[in-house]
């Protein structure tokens, strides 16, 4: 029976199949088994198929979408999105690492927010990000 719900769910990467509910085809009741719960589970498909979007969007105009670590840092999702080829908006020098670690260009890696301390800007510059958005007169000449 597709209802409503089901229309939905697909829309967000998880589906019934046979009665059971799944994500990218997957039984939600075998990572309840492997993993325990509460587990948060994403769709690895629908990831993917909304950068590729996003990013098609810009057509031939030269661009780089970043996103956002601060939104979702684990490690599954930043490894999904740098295999896409996708940028990196950080905040912090934990952020920093947890990108690269999950095989994030530091080329494609703008390092944003306020506050960052001599030691944030140390490991940007020694990891060879792309740019520092600067947020004061003060900050840039700590750059």
């Known amino acids: 029976m597709n209802t409503t719900a ?43 198929e909304k950068y590729r979007r996003y990013d098609a969007a810009f057509g031939d105009a030269a661009h780089l979408v970043c996103y956002a670590a601060k939104a979702n840092s684990t490690m599954g999702v930043l490894g999904l999105l740098a295999a896409e080829g996708a940028g990196f908006d950080i905040v912090s020098q934990g952020e920093l690492m947890r990108v690269l670690h999950a095989g994030g260009d530091p080329k494609r890696i703008v390092f944003s927010g306020v506050g960052k301390t001599r030691s944030d800007i140390a490991a ?15 900050e840039l000449e700590r750059i």
């Open 6 to 48: 089901d229309t939905v769910l697909r829309r967000t990467g998880f589906e019934r199949i046979d009665g059971e509910l799944c994500c990218d085809g997957f039984p939600l009741s075998e990572v309840a088994r492997l993993h325990a719960t509460p587990t948060y589970v994403y769709s690895s498909e629908l990831i993917r």
């Open 124 to 138: 940007g510059l020694a990891a060879g990000i792309r740019c520092f958005n600067v947020e004061s007169l003060a």
